[in-house]
């Protein structure tokens, strides 16, 4: 059929809106957890999740399977769905709330907005990874390394501690995220053992020394893997992650400091809203993250460290938890971390 | 020009309605402003404030002249030229709009930054630094400068061919008939195209923050996912709102100033398409080379990640249909329901002016210029207050979207009002029509192309939209954006690149369509 040009535009144009009708009539689709394909049928919790659905979905297929409830996931970063559960308030459709970084539970508990856990989660997991008035639980540790390139770098030239990166030997090789939650952090945790002063002296050493800012972790050990820089202060286990994909060629390696604040553990937390209907279930819930099984998960995929009492964390992290510390104000203080903010931004790192 | 005429009840209130329902982001600002003014006001003139707004006003005026410099040649070689291939150059031209800019970004920097693919090919040790200001002014210009391209394609094609006809008549030479007749006809869509990349720029986050440029936004994501501070973040974004409406107000400033209608009839003569001669090949070589870099180059490193993603077997196609049908879903509604909004919008302003219906204007501007984090705040904050049962549907998601990117729809609609002459619609009225049945009958069939051009400009950014639909969707509501956002925020690039590869391709559509209705006839 051979229809003059403008009305083959008029019908394109229709049959575009059509197929977006059509879609509309049968229903979009959704997936929720991300994870496996039988999910159960009874309607269970809503949990907003700063993980992404490869990171927390067989979790969740666990506490399904287990309590046969039907867990729905709302997966974004874990800074906007702090701010949405600020907004949302009462309203709230969340149960639970997992947050990727510390801050941002924190600030959810500050807003009132978390319920008081009961004693059997809260005794799962030792004092310093939970959240001292019981509104959250760690669920899994992070710890703060330097990631170097080994065809570059070796490890016994890594000076013992970040500080020894102002270095002039590490200028403009350094990276760093000043921006991300895990690097204020732990500018957070050195202001707390070391001061303010000593702290900003570093910091606008870095700054003199070249450090390279980049938005997060990741791009971090791209870049690190990719030659542009040479050694950079991030999180464990994206690197083992990288590890674990393009295998034991891979260049970058990390290195645990030992002086100084050592490895500084930051955490994943877990709390459930004060707001929600479904307390019960929510607590259950978070028993299940804590339990062997889902630790278990967490550890071997992600390469993080398991927080609940006697689990064993994946062979490959080779340094003990016990090792790493965990700093008092990284079980946060929000007050701390604006200040944290405002010393980044007089040095010049933000 | 008829002054002061009356806009019909009817048309008024529906854009009242429009303008209310556009203005929720900002009046959520004021609402989250208001509980800590002082806080506020310390945040928004702070000397660091003042910094970024002039770092990102920098930015903007960049990205603003290289969009025009590249989009100007492009429009008139594909509309008016005997260019060969306009039609395929128009669609490769007009697709990078649809590589979202934190794809563009990282593309880049595989690309150009150290250790990339650029310095392997030439060997060297060291090429400038990508990073900062050069590489968010690279980045921003070649996925947005279709911006300004799409709206100008749909004027040239409108143009009245006369006075071209008759200067050329007169033995002027091309260059001069372009200067002195075509240019200054071309004014204001220059203006709405200029317009909408600089919004698009100062709200972008994408690709400041990938290429470490401190913008606006990027403070206000600061304020977000640092300090956790809603009203630092609230109070730049009304920052954000006033240098929109400075930014509106030129625009509109240089519309009302260079109105120019057609003489003619309503019916378009087809224009003669200039003869390139000997300029055929440099002007092949021009868009060659946009093509390349704004598109090839890009979806050349997409094809290889995803050819090493499917290898891998990370996606599987019945996914990808599903995403791609909740993409199209969200992005054919916000579509019309944007055009059919911005036409009215447009209409009262251009064809009723006065202090009431530019108002409406503005208003409709409020949420484009705002990152989208601040649009979904904003109705989560309105809706489970006011209408629960919304809250978190398609419906909602779709009218967020929707007001988010209006004024991507009225700046082509309104340019291409301002071409079309009143005296049509007044004469249509002096014959005894009714201002309803003129609407119909005359305003819509003639700004059509304005309204096509408008449809597939909200289409397109709907396709790409991110931040909104993670938090307004219904839950387990996935699209192709969502699928990429999932898939690199681990790095996993090779398994982001099939759900970015078949974006485009499902974006192409409307592309297609829009360049078939751009071909000038040969």
Not at chain 1, 199 to 211: I, S
Not at chain 2, 194 to 221: C, H, K, M, N, P
Request: glycine share 8%.
């Amino acid at each position: 059929m051979i229809l003059p040009t403008p009305q083959r535009r008029l019908l394109a144009a229709a049959l575009l809106v059509l197929a977006g009708l059509v879609a509309a009539g049968c229903g979009f689709s959704t997936e929720d957890s991300g994870g496996g394909s039988n999910e159960p049928e009874t309607e269970g919790i809503t949990l907003y999740s700063g993980r992404i659905p490869a990171a927390i979905g067989p979790a969740v297929d666990i506490y399904e399977a287990q309590a046969n409830r039907d867990v729905k996931v709302r997966f974004a970063e874990t800074a906007d769905l702090a701010a949405t559960l600020v907004e949302e308030g009462d309203a709230s459709p969340a149960d639970v709330f997992f947050a990727q970084e510390p801050g941002a539970i924190a600030a959810v508990a500050e807003a009132g907005l978390l319920t008081k856990l009961p004693r059997n989660i809260l005794d799962r997991v030792p004092a310093q990874y939970r959240d001292p008035e019981g509104r959250w639980v760690g669920v899994t540790g992070r710890a703060r390394v330097i990631a170097y390139n080994r065809d570059v770098v070796k490890q016994a030239e890594l000076p013992p501690s970040p500080f020894g990166l102002t270095d002039p030997k590490w200028k403009d090789r350094v990276g760093w995220s000043p921006a991300s939650s895990s690097m204020q952090e732990y500018v957070t945790a050195l202001r707390a053992k070391y001061g303010d002063d000593r702290t900003k002296q570093w910091l606008e050493e870095m700054v003199d020394n070249g450090a390279v800012a980049f938005p997060d972790n990741v791009t971090i050990r791209d870049a690190i893997a990719k030659g542009e820089i040479d050694v950079g202060l991030i999180n464990h286990y994206y690197v083992a992650q990288a590890i674990s994909e393009e295998g034991p060629d891979y260049p970058v390696a990390v290195y645990f400091p030992p002086g100084g604040l050592g490895s500084l553990m930051l955490l994943t937390s877990v709390g459930v809203l004060e707001s929600s209907d479904r307390k019960p279930e929510a607590f259950a819930f978070v028993r299940s993250l804590l339990s062997k099984q889902s630790q278990a998960f967490f550890t071997s995929s992600s390469k993080e460290y398991p927080l609940a009492k006697g689990v064993e964390p994946d062979p490959s992290l080779s340094v003990p938890i016990a090792k790493i510390p965990v700093s008092d104000s990284s079980l946060v203080d929000l007050k701390e971390l604006q200040g944290t903010i405002e010393l980044m931004k007089e040095s010049g790192a933000l | 020009m008829a002054a002061a005429r009356r806009a019909p009840l009817g048309l008024l209130a529906l854009g009242a309605l429009i303008g209310a329902a556009a203005v929720l982001p900002a009046a959520y600002l004021v609402v989250v402003i208001a509980g800590d003014f002082s806080a506020a006001l310390e945040t928004a003139f702070s000397s660091r404030a003042l910094e970024t707004l002039l770092r990102t006003a920098a930015l903007t005026a960049a990205v603003v002249i290289a969009s025009v410099a590249i989009a100007l040649p492009l429009g008139w070689l594909t509309v008016r030229t005997d260019l060969p291939g306009r039609r395929l150059w128009t669609v490769l031209c007009t697709l990078p709009l649809v590589i979202p800019s934190y794809v563009g970004a990282y593309l880049l920097v595989a690309a150009l930054g150290p250790n990339g693919l650029l310095q392997e090919a030439l060997g060297v040790d060291r090429l400038p630094s990508i990073y900062g200001f050069t590489g968010a002014w690279l980045v921003l210009t070649l996925f947005t400068y279709p911006l300004a391209l799409i709206p100008l394609r749909a004027t040239l094609r409108r143009i009245d061919p006369q006075l071209e006809d008759a200067a050329r008549a007169m033995g002027r030479s091309p260059l001069e008939v372009f200067r002195t007749v075509v240019l200054p006809q071309l004014w204001p869509v220059l203006a709405a195209g200029s317009l909408l990349v600089a919004l698009f720029t100062i709200s972008d986050f994408g690709a400041v923050s990938i290429l470490r440029f401190q913008s606006f936004t990027a403070e206000i994501y600061v304020e977000y996912q640092s300090s956790f501070d809603r009203v630092a973040a609230a109070a730049l974004g009304a920052v954000l709102v006033v240098a929109m409406l400075v930014l509106l107000l030129a625009s509109s400033r240089v519309r009302g100033a260079r109105a120019v209608h057609r003489l003619g009839p309503g019916t378009l003569r087809p224009t003669q398409p200039y003869r390139l001669g000997r300029w055929k090949w440099p002007a092949l070589i021009f868009c060659s080379l946009i093509v390349l870099v704004a598109f090839v180059l890009p979806v050349g490193v997409l094809i290889y990640w995803a050819s090493k993603g499917i290898s891998t077997g990370s996606t599987s196609l019945n996914t990808i249909a599903a995403l791609g049908g909740n993409s199209l879903l969200i992005a054919v509604w916000a579509a019309v329901l944007g055009a059919v909004a911005a036409l009215v919008v447009a209409a009262l302003a251009v064809r009723y002016p006065s202090r009431t219906t530019r108002l409406v204007e503005r208003l409709a501007h409020g949420g484009y210029a705002l990152p989208g984090i601040l649009v979904a705040l904003g109705l989560v904050f309105f809706s489970t207050r006011a209408v629960p049962a919304l809250y978190q549907t398609i419906a909602l998601l779709v009218f967020a979207i929707t007001i988010h990117y209006l004024p991507l729809a009225i700046g082509p609609i309104a340019s291409s009002l301002v071409q079309l002459s009143p005296r049509i619609e007044e004469a249509a009225r002096g014959m005894g029509r009714g201002p309803a049945e003129v609407f119909r009958t005359i305003t819509i069939p003639l700004a059509r192309g304005g309204m096509m051009a408008g449809a597939a400009l909200v289409f397109l950014h709907a396709m790409k939209e991110l931040t909104v639909t993670l938090i307004l969707s219904p839950i387990g509501f996935k699209t192709l954006a969502t699928d990429i956002w999932t898939q690199t925020t681990y790095g996993f690039y090779e398994a982001s690149a099939i759900p970015a590869l078949v974006l485009l391709a499902v974006a192409a559509i409307p592309v297609y369509l829009l360049s078939e209705q751009g071909a000038a006839p040969s």
